[in-house]
C-alpha cells in the first residue's frame, strides 16, 4: 500500500465529528425506546380488557414519593457530572451517592408495592391481563433501574478506590445519559399506569 | 495511476500452529475478520436451509408424495424461513457492512471493536440455540424437534396448549439472543458512520454504500426492538402464565401480528438496504461512470426508511382490520414504490452512456435490477387490498418474496462476493466459473420463482405439504421443483470458484477494478490496521482524485 495516496492536502482542514460515547448511548436509547414503546402500547391496548378482576382502580396507589426519588435523582447524577467536570471528587462522589440512594429507595417502592399487590390484593402476572401487563412494564423499567444502579455502583466502588478521575467526565456522561433514560422512560410509565390506566 | 503497492511484511506466516491462528479468529476485534466470521457462518446457514428447501420442494415435486410427514413439513417451513432470515440475510449484509465500512471511510476500525465482536458471538450462538431443538426441544424425554409454528409464529399455535414441549421457546431464544446481537451492530455501525469517518469525509461526500447502510442500520434499531418485546411477551406468556396473545383471558392474537410485523416488515428493507448499497457501488464501477443523482439516491434511500416504519399491517390484509386501517396501509406501500423506483432508475441512468462492462459482479447487479423491478411490481400488485384477499397466503405471495429476496437480495450479495473477494482474499475469482455460477443461478432462479406464481394465481395456499392432482398445479410444481436442480449445481460452481480462487492464488493487486472508493486504495487483503496513514478526502471518488490529478471531482462537485 502506498502510504500517503490520499494526502491531496485538503489545506488546513477543520476536523471534528461527534463523540462515539454520546452517539452510541443514544442509539442504545433509541433501541431501548422501541422495545418500550411496544410494552406501552400493549398495556394501553388492553386497559380495560381484563375479564376478572382485580381492576387497576382496586389495585394501584399511586407511589407519589417514590417517583419524586426516581425523578430528583436525575438532578443529583446532573449534579455529580458537573462536579467531575470540575474535578471536584468530593462533591461528585456525594451526588453520586445521593443517585444510588434514591434509584434504590425507587427500587424499594416498587418492592413494597408489588409485595402488596401479591399478598393483599392477590393480583400475580397470570390473574388477569392487567396483572400481565401491569407487570411486565413496570418490571421491564425496574429491570432497567437495576442494571443502572449496578453501572452506578460499579462507579462508585472505582471512585472509592480512587480510579475514577477528572479525565473519565466524559464516560460517566455517558452513563448519565443511560440514568436520565430510565427516568424519563418513568414519566411515561407513570403517566401511562397511574394516570390513564387507572 | 499512482498506486504502486509497498510492500508491507506479510501480516501472517502461515507456518503458525492452527490452535493458534484458530485462537485468532475467536478472540479477534477486528472488523474484516468479524466481517469474513460473519460471512462464512451465513454461508454455512445458506447451505443449511437450501437443503431444507430442496427437501421441501421435492416433497411438493408431484402430488400426493410422501417422502416427509406433515408434522415434519412444518418444522422445514419454519427453519427454513428462520435461518434464512436470521442467519443467512441478516449475518451476511452485517458481515458485508462490517468489513467494508471503515475501509470505505478511511477507518482504522469500527467504532466499538469489541461490541462488534460481541454482536457477532450473539448472532451465532442464536443461530446454534435455534438448530440445538432438534437435540433439546423435548428435553431429555425421546427425540427433539425442531419448531413448526412458521417463521411469524402467529397465535395461538404457540401457546403451551398448541405447543408442546420446548421447541418454540428455542425458536423465541434464538431470536432474542440474536436481536440482542443485531442491535449491537446497529448501534456500531450507526456510531461508526457518524463519528470516525476520515478527514474530508461529509456526509455528502460518503460512498452510497455508506448512506444505505446508516438507513438500514437506524431500521434495526427501530425495528429489531419490537421483535424483542414480543419474544419477552411470548415467554412471558408460555412461563410465566401471561394473557398477552390468549384470546381466552381477554389476550389478543391479532397483537402478535402487528407486533411481529412492526418488526417483519422494516426487516426486509434491512435486507434490502444492503442491497441497494451494493448495486451503488457496483454499477457505477462497471459503467466507468460516477452514479447518478447521488442527492436524490440518498433522499430516496431515506425516503424508504421513514416509509418502511408504516406499511407493516399490508402482511395482515386477509386478518379483517377496519377499512380505514386497510386504506392507510395500501396508500403507504403503494407510496414506497416511488422512492424505490427513482432508485431503479438512478442506476439505470447511472449505466445510461457509460461504457459498461460485463464482468460477473455487474451481471449478478443487472440480474438485481431486472428481478427487483418483477418483485417491486407483483408487490405492488399485492399491496392492493382486494387483490391481496383473494392471493394472500398462496404461492404467488410465497413467489413474490422470494423474488425479493433471491432474486434481489442473493443476487446482489452474489456480485458482492465477486466484487470484494479479491479485496478480502487478495486473490481473484474466476471469470469463467463466476459466469456460470450467474448463468446457472439466473435460469434456475427464474425457472422455480416464474413459475411458482402460478400455481398461487391458481389458489394453490402456503405450507400445505401436499396436494391433490388434477387441479392444474401438477406441472408448476414440477418446473419449480426443475429449478432447485440449476440453482443446487449453480452454488456447487460457486463453491467451486472458491476452491479454484483458493489453489491458483491468482493475485488480484490493490485496486483489480479501477475503481473510486477508499479501500481499493489499501492492500489486498488490507493490513489489520487497514490505512497506515489515515486518508483525506475532497470528493465522493478519492481514487478518480487520485488518478486523474488533471480532471478531479471535488473541482465539480458541490
Redo the contacts between chains.
Sequence with gaps: ??????????GE?K?E????GR??MF??I??????????VV?YI??IG???SGPMPREALEVPIFFTICLLSSSLTIHRAVKALRRADLRRFSRWWLATIALGATFLYGTAREWQRLIYEVGLT??T??FG??YY?LVG?HGFHVVVGLILLSAVMAFTWLGSVRHEHAYRVDVLSLYWHFVDAVWVVVFTVVYIIGR | MATESVAFPAALPISRPVVDRLHEWVTTVDHKRLGILYIGYALVFLCIGGIEATIMRVQLMVPHNDLVSPQVFNRLFTMHGTTMIFFVAMPIVFGFANYMLPLMLGARDMAFPRLNAFSFWLTAFGGLLLYFSLLGASGLYGAGNAPDVGWFAYAPLTSQTFSRGHSTDFWTLSLLVSGIGSIGTAVNILTTILCVRCPGMTLGKMPMFAWLILVMAFLVLLCVGPLTAAQIMLTIDRYLGGHFFDVQAGGSAVVWMHFFWIFGHPEVYVLVMPAFAIVSEIIPVFSRKGLFGYPFMVAAGLAIGFLAMSVWAHHMFTVGMSSSANTFFVMTTMAIGVPTGIKIFNWLATMWGGRIHFRVPMLFCLGFLFQFLIAGLTGIMLSAAPFDWQLGNSYFVVAHFHYVIVGGILFAVFGAFYYWFPKMSGWMLSETLGRLHFVLFLIGFHLTFDFMHIPGLLGMPRRIYTYEPGRGWDIWNLIVTAGVVFQGAAILVFVGGLAWAFFRRKSAGNDPWDAWTLEWATSSPPASYNFATIPVVRSRRPLWDLKHPDDPDWKYEQ
Design positions: 500500500m502506498n502510504a500517503s495516496p490520499m494526502t491531496m492536502t485538503a482542514l476536523w465529528l461527534p463523540t462515539r452517539v452510541g442509539c442504545l433509541a433501541a431501548e425506546s422501541s422495545i418500550f414503546v411496544i410494552f400493549a391496548f388492553y380488557k381484563s375479564l402476572i397470570s388477569n391481563l400481565t401487563t411486565s421491564l
